[in-house]
């Protein structure tokens, strides 16, 4: 039997933020369930922490996005010292995207892409406090979008006929790079409409956007039909993109969607300027949707120092050459308080409003 130590780095995860919260170390608590299958002594922390009793043969570190790299070097260098001999691996994201990079930090081994040995496993979600569990239907993307690293991580798609079998919580996130690509999208998301654990139903949202060119009028009953919560379609391109996001709207909304609860996905500080992306922001409000937005940096990337508070140059984090610091901020906090006004009905936006909006909300959850 050999002591294994699984470890999460000390990621800044922004409190506010519900896509970063949704984080599982997901590849870890499979790999809990793989030793321990094996019959080895696991122990699963977050950050840099030494333990007396615990002497590991084996440290496995996971990494996400390339530009918090530095967190992973920190627990590299960490662990090298508290366990000279003990095995560093670390895998996840960056170390699949940068595995030369990764090297560097002096671990013993870079593990890159998808463990099929593990991935068979469920989640140890023993090990972690929380209501909802993580859920594959598919690994991999049809799509070799720009802006994404999966299709280099995981080059192959490949899909589950059902997932029934997985269910262990009434709240699901799906990780699906793609959810809709799946070919057998329409029969998951019937298992999930008559899904129930512990005799209550269960309700679904996808980490990412979806896929709306493979989105049909069926399928978007199915997602309603089956509690699937807050879908975000992926507006990745351009304004011109307009009458194609729009049939994908009112398909949702046809389906049983009220507007507000629909999110667009968009990315900006990439190549549409921010004078094209408030074009498809002002055409949001028209619609009465909300935006999920996401801030490009480069896949290569290996630090960030970004700070929404203060002016900024681009050796301090990635500025696209069509942005600037300032339309960066300015986008930013113009989809924030867009946002507020759609989700709350309101016309115009003040931070008055943006407060009883809140205490509204609050009321609401307490009244449940």
């Known amino acids: 039997m050999s002591k294994i130590l699984l470890v999460e780095p000390n990621f800044p995860i922004p409190a ?16 809990a369930s793989f030793h321990r299958n094996k019959g080895d002594e696991i122990k699963l922390i977050r950050g840099n922490q030494y333990f007396d009793d615990f002497y590991p043969s084996q440290i496995k570190i996971t990494s996400l996005f390339t530009y918090w790299s530095n967190y992973v070097w920190d627990s590299v260098k960490f662990y090298k010292e508290a366990y000279p001999k003990a095995k560093i691996v670390v895998g996840g994201i960056y170390a699949s995207l940068m595995p030369e990079h990764c090297k560097q930090s002096g671990c013993d081994e870079v593990f890159v892409g998808v463990d099929e040995r593990v991935e068979k496993f469920k989640p140890a979600y023993d090990l972690v406090d929380v209501d909802y569990q993580i859920a594959h239907t598919s690994r991999g993307c049809l799509r070799k979008c720009k802006f994404c690293g999966t299709w280099k991580i995981e080059p192959e798609f490949i899909s589950k006929k059902s997932i029934k ?22 029969e998951i998301l019937e298992e999930l409409k008559n899904a129930k654990h512990n005799g209550r139903v269960v309700y679904s949202e996808s980490q990412c956007g979806i896929d709306g060119r493979l989105l049909t009028s069926e399928v978007a009953k199915l997602l309603k039909q089956a509690r699937f919560l807050n879908p975000r379609i992926a507006w990745d391109h351009g304004y011109s993109q307009k009458k194609m996001i729009k049939k994908q709207i009112d398909m949702l909304v046809a389906a049983g969607y009220p507007r507000k609860e629909i999110y667009i996905f968009m990315i900006y500080n990439f ?14 409000q028209r619609w009465g949707v909300q935006i999920a937005d996401c801030r490009y940096r480069p896949l290569n990337q290996i630090s960030e120092h970004y700070n929404p508070r203060k002016r900024q140059m681009s050796d301090e984090y990635y500025i696209h050459p069509r942005w600037t610091d300032r339309q960066i901020k300015l986008f930013r906090r113009r989809v924030r308080r867009q946002n507020i006004k759609v989700r709350h009905g309101f ?6 409003l943006e407060r009883l909006g809140a205490r509204k909300k609050r009321a609401e959850l307490m009244s449940k």
């Open 16 to 31: 506010k933020s519900k896509n970063h919260r949704d984080f599982l170390p997901v590849g870890l608590l499979k790999l």
């Open 165 to 186: 079998d997985e269910i262990c919580s009434n709240r699901i996130i799906f990780y699906d790079n793609n959810l809709l690509a799946n070919p057998h999208i329409k």
């Open 271 to 284: 190549e549409q300027d921010y004078h094209e992306m408030v074009k498809k922001l002002n055409q949001c």
């Open 347 to 352: 016309s115009f936006y003040s931070k008055k």
